[in-house]
């Protein structure tokens, strides 16, 4: 292998992939990057075999050839060069890769390629087709309301749901629910589900830049693995097995007290009363009235103190004093992108729904906490 390549494509590329380098694995060629010729380009690969990602960047190819190389010392060693042509020869004997940029010149030992767990190829053919601005927000506003419990791996999931012209991703962690739906440019001929990892998610959104690319989403038949597939990036993810709750039977289905807050000034009371709230158990107090129209975001704390914040409110129904976790509240509104948000109760001891005012396509369910 010989080939030239640019400095700021070559960490531009390996930015993206190192994200699935394993870091803690007996199979040493997992802490490496693939570094291979691949149809006139350069295309660099990491997996974890759980995650795997792939970025072509251009090059000028002299001579075909792969190697894999330890991710930490080649990814550093990019970084610290000078912002010109990087030149990258191979010697197979000895498997080791030439860097050479400017004055510097480094010899890494890599590892053969052959060694390299296969990446997938996807057929596009029978893909989705979406928007990748759209499903970026679709992730934003769910993947973050995925567990972080190792011993509930479905939860650790997100749900999705593709049928007809429609898509909807769903996640909880058993205190608060999100969903979102969108519409498919087309219809997909046969309805599908999937628990996708939400790590491999929040991972398609950092890496999948152009918002006006489109994006190819394939889950091959009996592979149990999703593939995403952009012009410049592809990203495979094993999906969970097993069986994701049932949230549609948990939302509730009418209210008795419907509140209408700023989405800016509600997240800003949220955050200072969870400077106050996070030396506890991040409880807060929403007091809501429908005489004053506002609502009292309160938090105290034996160590820390007490806060009290009032939002100005369209209160419709019967005044609520209710608890929720401020961590979640402020979760939530950070990802709402209208201009205010709708919080609908029932009782201090029943879930609340929050949504976006004008928006039926982005729902979340939040548990309330006991009122001390």
């Not at 191979?90 to 296969?118: H, W, Y």
């Not at 596009?124 to 972080?148: P, W, Y």
């Not at 994006?215 to 012009?231: N, T």
């Not at 009290?308 to 961590?327: I, P, Q, R």
């Amino acid at each position: 292998m010989k080939v030239s390549v640019s400095q700021q494509q070559l960490a531009h590329g390996l930015g993206i992939v190192s994200r699935a380098v394993s870091s803690h694995s007996t199979l040493p060629v997992l802490a490496n990057i693939l570094v291979a010729t691949d149809e006139g380009r350069l295309r660099l690969s990491a997996t974890n075999l759980e995650l795997g990602i792939s970025c072509w960047i251009g090059a000028q190819i002299e001579q075909e050839g792969a190697v894999t190389v330890p991710a930490r010392t080649f990814s550093d060693l990019v970084g610290t060069l000078p912002s010109d042509g990087v030149n990258l020869t191979l010697d197979e004997r000895t498997q080791t890769l030439n860097v050479v940029c400017g004055t510097s010149n480094t010899d890494i030992k890599g590892i053969d390629a052959q060694e390299f767990p296969p990446m997938p190829v996807p057929n596009l053919d029978v893909g989705i087709e979406l928007n990748v601005a759209d499903f970026k927000e679709m992730i934003h506003q769910v993947a973050f309301a995925a567990s972080a419990d190792d011993a509930r791996p479905v939860l650790q999931g997100v749900s999705m749901t593709v049928e007809g012209s429609e898509i909807s991703l769903a996640a909880t962690d058993g205190f608060r629910i999100s969903v979102r739906r969108a519409k498919l440019s087309s219809p997909v001929p046969q309805p599908m589900t999937a628990i996708i990892p939400a790590r491999a998610l929040n991972e398609l959104a950092r890496v999948a830049s152009d918002g006006k690319a489109t994006l190819h989403m394939v889950i091959p038949d009996g592979r149990g693995q999703v593939l995403f597939h952009l012009d410049d990036v592809e990203l495979v993810s094993q999906l969970i097995d097993g069986n994701f709750p049932d949230y549609r039977a948990i939302m509730p289905q009418s209210f008795k007290t419907t509140t209408v807050v700023s989405t800016a000034e509600f997240l800003k009371a949220c955050k200072q009363a969870e400077i106050i709230a996070r030396e506890g158990n991040n409880v807060v107090r929403l007091s809501i009235s429908a005489e004053t129209g506002a609502v009292e975001i309160s938090a105290q704390s034996e160590e820390t103190g007490s806060s009290e914040v009032v939002v100005g409110a369209t209160v419709e129904g019967s005044d609520l004093v209710v608890a929720f976790n401020v961590k979640y509240l402020r979760e939530l509104l950070d990802v709402v992108k209208s201009a205010s948000v709708a919080l609908e109760t029932n009782a201090n001891n029943t879930p609340g729904m929050m949504r976006p005012v004008g928006d039926e396509d982005f729902k979340h369910v939040i548990m309330p906490m006991h009122l001390g």
